[in-house]
């Protein structure tokens, strides 16, 4: 079974450039799940969709940070414009559904802004 | 803060001993945990889970043990192989249909 993908996997950018990242979660998982993660730290979670909708998005800095799941399958998540404090590790998960499913991550997208 | 910390940043063992890690959880109303274990340049990797009404879950090598009454979660890794080096993340869920929320990690090595 393939697991998770993203893409790319590391990206460099500069201050108030924009950029985005890609996932294909796991054929058949409904929940997709994008997570921060700073270095030294845990992932934290900036958006759950299930299907192609909504599920949680409270941690999302939404005045600069946007992710869209089309027909319910691949997501992309976006920032624009970017700042110094976005550079962590972006990474998608995916689960089958939202009740006692495990959570399968992808390899992350390493992002730096100078 | 965190809602979810683990005792020690760092743990460092011989090959072949045990290891355990624990892990304090702040919600009582958390209904399932899960233990990840990360490598450099990787995404987390699921090891074990375990749901509330249960106290006590073994899978291959590992065992993960929940204490609500003092709202503590460990993992305990049998015979630790250097292999098993990498970064350890307890995370609770609050309720079902709700993401994980993780700690900060516990870094293990494992020494021949």
Same mark, same amino acid.
């Given at each position: 079974? +393939?697991?998770?993908?993203? /893409?790319?996997? #590391?990206?460099?950018?500069?201050?108030?450039?924009?950029?985005?990242?890609?996932?294909?979660?796991?054929?058949?998982?409904?929940?997709? #799940?994008? #997570?921060?993660?700073?270095?030294?730290?845990?992932?934290?979670?900036?958006?759950?969709?299930?299907?192609?909708?909504?599920?949680?998005? /409270?941690?999302?800095?939404?005045?600069?940070?946007?992710?869209?799941?089309?027909?319910?399958?691949?997501?992309?998540?976006?920032?624009?414009?970017?700042?110094?404090?976005?550079? +962590?590790?972006?990474?998608?998960?995916?689960?089958?559904?939202?009740?006692?499913?495990?959570?399968?991550?992808?390899?992350g997208t390493r992002l730096t802004v100078l | 803060g965190e809602s979810v910390g683990l005792h020690l940043p760092t743990l460092s063992v011989q090959e072949g @001993?045990?290891?355990?890690?624990?892990?304090? %959880? &702040? =919600? &009582?109303?958390? @209904? %399932?945990?899960?233990? %990840?274990?990360?490598? &450099?340049?990787?995404?987390?990797?699921? $090891?074990? @889970? $375990?749901?509330? =009404?249960? @106290? !006590?879950?073994?899978?291959?090598?590992?065992?993960?043990?929940?204490? !609500?009454?003092? !709202?503590?979660?460990?993992?305990?890794?049998?015979?630790?192989?250097?292999?098993?080096?990498?970064? %350890?993340?307890?995370?609770?869920?609050?309720?079902?249909?709700?993401?994980?929320?993780?700690? !900060?990690?516990?870094?293990? &090595?494992?020494?021949?």
């Open positions: 079974e +393939a697991g998770v993908a993203q /893409s790319p996997r #590391y990206k460099i950018i500069e201050k108030r450039q924009s950029v985005a990242f890609w996932c294909n979660p796991i054929s058949g998982h409904a929940t997709l #799940y994008w #997570y921060q993660q700073i270095l030294g730290q845990g992932p934290k979670l900036l958006i759950q969709f299930q299907n192609n909708g909504v599920v949680d998005d /409270s941690q999302l800095p939404k005045d600069r940070f946007s992710a869209e799941r089309l027909k319910g399958v691949d997501s992309t998540l976006k920032i624009q414009p970017a700042k110094l404090e976005d550079s +962590a590790v972006y990474l998608c998960a995916s689960s089958q559904g939202l009740v006692y499913f495990e959570q399968f991550f992808g390899p | @001993d045990n290891s355990i890690i624990n892990c304090a %959880y &702040s =919600n &009582s109303a958390s @209904d %399932y945990f899960i233990w %990840y274990k990360q490598e &450099s340049g990787k995404g987390p990797q699921f $090891i074990i @889970d $375990i749901r509330s =009404n249960m @106290d !006590k879950r073994q899978g291959q090598r590992v065992t993960v043990l929940l204490n !609500k009454t003092v !709202k503590h979660l460990s993992l305990q890794i049998a015979a630790t192989q250097p292999g098993d080096s990498a970064v %350890y993340f307890c995370a609770e869920r609050w309720q079902a249909g709700t993401a994980l929320i993780f700690g !900060k990690g516990t870094t293990l &090595s494992v020494s021949s």
